[in-house]
């Protein structure tokens, strides 16, 4: 399991992340998602280790340090190469950091996984964004890990690459019970893939629920804006709302939707429409 207990980062006086508590179980796939802005990087920056933070990451109950980091966990940050080695070269330098034995047919393996065996040969400058976003997810393959970690993986990749990722990270949760974490603004792809997902605003988690519970919540939408009222009502919890266009939008829960209904006439607050969630972006 990987714990991340009361993490906090600031940055000089701006505090970018506010008591961050996440768990992930290994097999499952936990999306990150959150505004520009809304610390998903700095979260993932910190759990590698390359900033320094507050709080602690455990990896099945053990502390995680830079020394131990790359046992349990794999990472797909930013892709960054060198520019004028080829694919192979660069996969073949990264997987020897880490290993005695460079091995062709790992490297090979993983560049096939990705779809980009045709390109072994070619130089990075030559490689589009989308090209390096894939060779980021071959080097994260190449290496046994417990945990992956990916930052926005989906930016660049073409619908081809969309399911190359899709089928990957699925094995790798399905069949080698990796815990996975990722962030991204494709909600559909998020919506698709994950068990689960946090909702990060302004470096506090406002979100940590089941895709399941989060398709199966009511969406009412309101005719003003009824913020204020709303807010009063707030202390009840069984509700989150938010502004929309100037109109008031409630996501509710199934189970409440008939106390809530019975809430909102009660205060005569006008309702536009009733719909399911169905959409990652009608909830987010
Ligand atoms: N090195 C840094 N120094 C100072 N402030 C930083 C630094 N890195 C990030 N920040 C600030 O931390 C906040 C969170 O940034 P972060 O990159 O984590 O957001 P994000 O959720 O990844 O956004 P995006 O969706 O745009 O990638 C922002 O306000 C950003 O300006
Ligand atoms: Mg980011």
Redesign the pocket.
């Known amino acids: 399991m990987l714990e991340i207990r009361n993490l906090r ?1 600031s ?2 006086s ?1 505090e ?2 506010k008591e961050i508590n996440i768990t992930i179980k290994k097999g499952e796939i936990v999306g990150l998602l ?12 910190s759990i590698m280790q390359l ?1 320094k933070y507050d709080g602690e990451i455990y990896v099945d109950n053990q502390i995680l340090t830079c020394k131990n980091l790359y046992k349990h966990i794999s990472f797909l940050l930013e892709p960054s190469f060198l520019e004028y080695f080829t694919a192979f070269d660069n996969l073949k330098f990264l997987y020897g950091l880490n290993n005695k034995h460079n091995s062709e047919h790992t490297i090979i393996d993983a560049l096939e996984k990705v779809g980009l065996e045709d390109a072994k040969d070619k130089k990075i400058k030559k490689f589009s964004y989308g090209m390096k976003q894939r060779l980021g997810l071959a080097q994260s393959l190449m290496e046994c890990f417990d945990f992956l970690i990916l ?2 993986p989906t930016v660049g990749i073409d619908p081809v690459g969309m399911k190359i990722l899709d089928s990957q990270l699925r094995f790798l949760a399905n069949t080698q019970n990796v815990g996975i974490l990722l ?1 991204s ?1 494709e909600l559909d792809f998020i919506k698709n893939i994950c068990d689960r997902v946090i909702i ?1 605003e302004r ?1 506090i988690i406002v979100e940590n629920k089941k895709i399941s519970e989060i398709m199966s919540s009511y969406c009412i939408f309101l005719k003003s804006d009824y913020t204020e009222i709303l807010q009063k009502l707030q202390n009840t919890s069984l509700f989150t709302h938010k502004l929309v266009n100037k109109r008031t939008q409630v996501t509710i829960a199934e189970s409440n939707l008939n106390k809530i209904l019975n809430l909102l006439v009660n205060e005569q607050i006008e309702i536009e429409k009733i719909a399911l969630v169905e959409e990652l972006s009608n909830y987010f």
């Not at 959150?34 to 920056?45: F, H, Q, S, V, Y």
């Open positions: 980062k940055f000089s701006n970018v992340l959150g505004k520009n802005g809304a610390g998903k990087t700095t979260l993932i920056k900033l930052d926005e962030s603004h990060l470096g």
